[in-house]
């Protein structure tokens, strides 16, 4: 059966290899990429090389106006039968800076932007639509963590405080600093969790929502404004760390996504999927009152999007 799956951050990396993966073991999928400016176009085309059935929306996902925009025109095209029902979405853009001082058009950070409100206003957007059973995916980080093992001291663990504070600028001590910027990262990993918790409560039955973490991937550039330990890890380790069972490469975190996303890998709603299995997230990331207040934060961020 026919069927339409929406995807962000499809452009390159490990979004870049689930997409292919996705439409080479699916078929019937139509593979909606959400991507900038014109880049969404020669993106749509090269994925559809071989005969696959992929077509795109323009959208800022720093920018909530851009980002409903794009959910109204998917809406408008499933409503019009240009394009078959919805079966899954996957939140796979993030952005990380080197501050936490960065504001998006609606005066939020821009981390929390794109990391948290971009991808629940696409959720809030076309929750009606999903055709069950569907399965949202957001790619989350096991930088949430906060501990060495995980984050091997290159991105600093999640500093938890009121949403209306994490929404804006200089949330984090001297938010100037690169740190700061990680900083704010991982804590919008965390939320991302709590947000997919919340989603497994909320949303009708059939329809899943599931955090992917891809694990540690070498090359992604995090590390890249970090001091000099982190560096010389950088530098010297994590090249050696990509040979071993520490890091995952990206054409084997992009798999693991499309396994997320297609239903290979079993994960009930609600999940966390560590690569190729559903594990664990961290013991901060249950926290149920914590849940429901970023849920009551993020309405009310998103509220003038969402009004009909």
């Given amino acids: ?80 039968g240009e394009l078959p029902p919805l079966s899954g979405l996957v939140g796979n853009a993030g952005v990380q800076y080197t501050n936490a001082l960065t504001e998006g058009p609606d005066g939020f950070e821009s981390t929390f932007a794109v990391n948290v409100l971009a991808n629940h206003l696409f959720v809030r957007l076309l929750q009606d639509r ?46 100037h600093t690169a740190a700061a910027g990680r900083t704010a990262y991982s804590t919008s990993k965390l939320a991302t969790i709590h947000l997919v918790h919340e ?37 010297r380790i994590l090249p050696v760390m990509a040979l071993t069972p520490f890091a995952t490469s990206r054409s084997a975190a992009g798999r693991y996504l499309a396994d997320v996303v297609l239903g290979t890998t079993r994960a009930p709603t609600g999940s966390y999927v560590d690569r190729g299995s559903a594990a664990r997230s961290s013991e901060e990331s249950y926290d149920p009152q914590r849940e429901r207040e970023l849920w009551d934060a993020v309405e009310r961020f998103t509220a003038t999007q969402t009004a009909r």
């Fill in 1 to 80: 059966m026919q069927h339409t799956i929406v995807m962000t951050g499809a452009s390159r990396g490990i979004g870049r290899v689930a997409a292919e993966h996705i439409l080479r073991r699916a078929p019937d999928a139509h593979l909606v990429v959400v991507a900038r400016g014109s880049s969404g176009a020669q993106l749509a085309a090269e994925l559809a090389t071989g005969g696959h059935t992929v077509s795109y929306v323009s959208a800022d996902l720093g920018s909530l106006q851009s980002v409903r925009e794009a959910a109204t025109a998917i809406r408008d095209r499933l409503d019009g």
């Fill in 199 to 235: 989603y497994a409560r909320r949303l009708p039955a059939g329809i899943d929502a599931v955090a992917y973490n891809p694990g540690f991937v070498p090359g992604t550039g995090l590390a890249r404004d970090a001091g000099p330990v982190a560096r010389f890890a950088m530098a």
């Fill in 130 to 175: 999903f055709a069950a059973p569907a399965r949202i995916v957001i790619t989350a980080s096991d930088t949430h963590f906060g501990d060495f093992k995980h984050n091997m001291g290159m991105v600093p663990g999640p500093a938890w405080q009121s949403p209306d504070v994490l929404a804006r600028t200089g949330a984090f001590p001297e938010p």
